[in-house]
């Protein structure tokens, strides 16, 4: 395959790198899957390309985009723990609501943003080499978020947001409330993940209200392809994970298409994709498990007790 | 320093599964005192912590803790007073977070949490310092995750934790019973150092009545929401395991004539 398209894949896995390090917060540290994030990816493209179409810079409509994700996190962390719904259901009313707002937003289904200034043409017009403009921008974007993420996460406040998915009562003992933690967590996810819909409109050149599609999947994905992959043991290196995890995610729907998948195969590639990441543990240990059985069943063959032999196998009665 | 009274608490109010957990405790402890909690399983003794500290809110009554009217106030904002510590060694501390990211939790109670590291080098000097006098070894451990730790280490850690920022008081619930013998004996050592050393008011719920007799300045006895016995100074020093248990017979006797009264009465 020619270098273009491995880097297409790479470009991809970073803009989408955004959506999963805000997907991170939620599913990982909060331990609160959001299913907001399908609206608000498309919300950050609405508003975006709206902004934009309205003459507003670039740099405007994607921090207006930004802030919009913050508000739709708002909007499910007040259902959530004001009202008491539970999290997936905030998550899919605040999504399905998206939607209808969405469309309204934009004025149709899909605002096109040709011949129009994103920051992808300011960037080129600075002197990039066109070819590496997205990468650019998107890797920019993607270094900037984990660094502040790392900083952010072992402040004081941080370490409340991240107590808050770990143990509720403690850190409730400790005189933090949790339910602010929880709505200033879902804002800080969602604001990334329409960024990263404010980033992909511009760089592809439109805003559909459809792009929001399969993106918690694909989020997901990522994360959980990053920590099966790298196996992370610290903060920086976890987020750095979950963004090599959407590369990887990216270039293996990339080889599945140009090994003779379908686009509308991707879903169950997808989706084998993450059962594959899940069960990794779960068969690494019954090979071990099988291994160890049959190390001891040959020992045990010869006359030999092995230290490792499982207690079912040796002598009930001594 | 906390003053209850006629503190009363139903969980499941109206259902059929209606259980009245307090009916209407009052209780004063002083500044300094020392009180152990002891009661059969279900007689309200964490409900009552719970109240205090805010874990649950009570359906009626008062509780002032110093010259403030905590009785509504919401769990995390009186936290900034109260220290707790939880029978449970996985309900204390957060397992994916390290032994000095807790201590700096711990360290930040009652504060405004800002937006700034929370870990710095002159506070690890200082968790260092008290980690070295529990005395186990934890002091060369800061960066590791707390997950990795045994229920003993982590219940003592969550003791450190409870009174790092010095409250105004501690509550202990049950807090040694997940431990093995040994271990507990380290912690309730501990416990009796850091609580005088510091003259903590403490209320400490424990199912041992020999802890509860030799260990404070005081015992309660709580049997179905209520405060039965409640002993200190030379009264209570006259009291034995013996005399308590059948003071606990004594008490279930006289509520098991009560039961009779009312069901011939009704
Ligand atoms: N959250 C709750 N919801 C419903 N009922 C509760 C709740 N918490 C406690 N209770 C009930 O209130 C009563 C008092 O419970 P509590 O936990 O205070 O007892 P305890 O004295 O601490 O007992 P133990 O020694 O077993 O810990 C019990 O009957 C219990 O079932
Ligand atoms: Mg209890």
Request: contains cysteine.
């Amino acid at each position: 395959m020619p270098f273009w398209v491995w880097l297409g894949s790479i470009e991809e896995g970073l803009v989408y790198g955004l959506t999963a390090l805000g997907m991170y917060i939620t599913f990982r540290i909060l331990s609160m899957p959001d299913l907001t994030v399908d609206g608000t990816f498309p919300l950050g493209a609405a508003v975006a390309a709206t902004l934009i179409t309205a003459g507003y810079p670039p740099a405007v409509a994607t921090a207006a985009a930004w802030a919009a994700g913050c508000l739709g996190g708002l909007f499910t962390g007040f259902l959530h723990t004001k009202l008491r719904i539970t999290g997936l259901l905030a998550g899919i009313l605040c999504m399905s609501a998206l939607y209808s707002m969405n469309l309204r937003i934009m004025g149709r289904s899909n605002v096109p943003l040709l011949r129009l200034p994103t920051i992808f043409r300011q960037v080129e017009a600075a002197g990039v080499p066109y070819d590496y403009v997205e990468l650019l921008v998107f890797g920019a974007f993607v270094v900037f978020f984990i660094a502040l993420l790392h900083w952010f996460l072992r402040t004081e406040v941080g370490h409340a947001l991240r107590a808050t998915g770990d143990n509720e009562q403690m850190i409730r003992s400790l005189g933090v409330s949790t339910d602010a933690m929880k709505v200033l967590g879902l804002a800080l996810a969602n604001s990334l993940v329409a960024l990263s819909g404010a980033l992909l409109a511009q760089s592809q050149g439109y805003a559909d209200a459809g792009m929001g599609i399969g993106i918690i999947v694909s989020g997901l994905a990522s994360v959980i392809i990053g920590e099966a992959l790298f196996r992370p043991r610290g903060l920086l290196s976890s987020l750095i994970a979950v963004v090599l995890g959407s590369i990887v995610y990216r270039i293996a729907i990339l080889v599945a298409l140009r090994s003779g998948f379908a686009p509308t195969d991707l879903k169950i590639v997808t989706a084998m994709l993450v059962v594959l990441a899940l069960s990794m543990p779960a068969i690494k240990d019954q090979i071990t498990a099988y291994r160890n059985k049959r190390a001891a069943l040959s020992a045990r063959a010869r006359g030999v007790a092995t230290a490792n032999a499982p207690a079912a196998a040796r002598p009930k009665d001594f | 320093m906390l003053r209850l009274q006629h503190v009363q608490k139903t969980f499941n109010p109206g259902a059929s599964n209606e259980k009245v957990a307090l009916r209407g405790v009052s209780l004063t402890i002083a500044e300094g005192e020392f009180a152990t909690v002891i009661g059969s399983n279900g007689a309200g003794k964490s409900t009552l912590l719970n109240v205090i500290a805010g874990t649950h809110l009570p359906d009626a009554g008062s509780i002032h803790l110093g010259d403030r009217d905590i009785t509504w106030m919401p769990e995390h904002r009186r936290a900034a007073w109260i220290g707790r510590v939880f029978q449970d060694p996985l309900l204390g501390t957060a397992g994916s977070m390290t032994i000095e990211e807790n201590l700096a939790m711990a360290a930040a109670r009652g504060r405004r949490r800002r937006m700034r590291l929370a870990v710095n080098q002159a506070m690890r000097a200082h968790f260092r310092d008290e980690l070295a006098k529990l005395g186990l070894g934890l002091e060369d451990r800061l960066d590791t995750r707390v997950r990795f730790l045994s229920g003993g280490q982590r219940q003592a850690l969550a003791l450190l934790m409870a009174i790092l920022q010095r409250p105004l008081l501690l509550l202990l619930d049950e807090h040694t019973a997940a431990l093995d013998p040994r271990t507990a004996r380290q912690i309730l050592e501990l416990t009796e150092r850091v609580v005088r050393e510091h003259r903590l008011t403490t209320l400490m719920v424990t199912h041992n009545l020999e802890h509860a007799l030799s260990m404070g300045d005081r015992t309660i006895m709580m049997h179905e929401g209520e405060a039965v016995l409640d002993v200190s100074g030379a009264e209570r020093a006259a009291h034995t395991v013996d005399s308590l248990l059948q003071e606990f017979a004594r008490v279930r006797g006289e509520r098991l004539v009560d039961d009779k009264i009312l069901t011939t009465r009704a």
